[in-house]
Nanobody
């Protein structure tokens, strides 16, 4: 079974930056369109950024201009560069294929607080 592992979260002040990484065990990520999702307690998981197998990217309006999703083919990872972070970006962040064939990973906590 495919295992997705998110890393890179942490505590950062508003305006700061973090870089999240999604690594896979058991598959090669380039064979699937991938997305970064986030979830706040009481809300559904929200797709914040997506990348196709052809590396076309898309973003939720709430993160456009601040977040960048990319693939690192050499490392078999999908990354999310988050800049100009806001308090409302606080959430657990998950990566997953956008077709939802693979299981959710454990996510990584991002906390933006002053």
């Amino acid at each position: 079974q495919v295992h997705l592992v998110e890393s890179g979260g942490g505590l950062v002040q508003p305006g700061g930056s973090l870089r999240l990484s999604c690594a896979a065990n058991g598959t090669i990520l380039e064979i699937r369109a991938m997305g970064w999702y986030r979830q706040v307690p009481g809300n559904q998981r929200e797709l914040v950024a997506g990348i196709t197998t052809g590396d076309t990217t898309s973003y939720a309006d709430s993160v456009k201009g601040r977040f960048t999703i990319s693939r690192d083919y050499a490392k078999n990872t999908v990354n999310l560069q988050m800049n100009s972070l806001k308090v409302e970006d606080t959430a657990v962040y998950y990566c997953r294929d956008t077709g939802w064939e693979w299981p959710w990973g454990q996510g990584t906590q991002v906390t933006v607080s002053s």
